[in-house]
């Protein structure tokens, strides 16, 4: 599966963005989705995660009660709605799908798409 972020820019503290991922293929439904993010100068962290029918998500603590993971599996597109934004939320955030059908605390994520940059100003 090839994997397409969108929705990054530049935004103020305590604004909010959506990020966009679409995902090729006919079988986005078999993939957890997760994202993640890389700040400059820090290594890449979780950020959520959803199963393949949306029933199941999770969350870092960092983003929890900000950010809200979703998904439409007939548009093939995995989503993060970040409210509340921080200076500290600033990375490029990546999506990843996962097709082993493992709980979404034990994947290991297959494959990634390419990142799309968050700056939050204070």
């Known amino acids: 599966v090839q994997l397409q972020a969108c929705g990054g820019g530049l935004v103020q503290a305590g604004g909010s963005l959506r990020l966009s991922c679409a995902a090729s293929?006919?079988?986005?439904?078999?993939?957890?989705m997760g994202w993640f993010r890389q700040a400059p100068g820090k290594e890449r962290e979780f950020v959520a995660a959803?199963?393949?029918?949306?029933?199941?998500?999770l969350y870092a603590d960092s983003v929890k009660g900000r950010f809200t993971i979703s998904r439409d599996n007939a548009k093939n597109t995995v989503y993060l709605q970040m409210n509340s934004l921080k200076p500290e939320d600033t990375a490029v955030y990546y999506c990843?799908?996962?097709?082993?059908?493992?709980?979404?605390?034990?994947?290991?994520?297959?494959?990634w798409g390419q990142g799309t940059e968050v700056t939050v100003s204070s």
């Open positions: 293929g006919r079988t986005f439904s078999r993939y957890a």
């Open positions: 990843a799908a996962d097709q082993s059908l493992q709980s979404l605390r034990a994947l290991k994520y297959d494959y």
């Open positions: 959803i199963s393949g029918l949306g029933g199941s998500t």
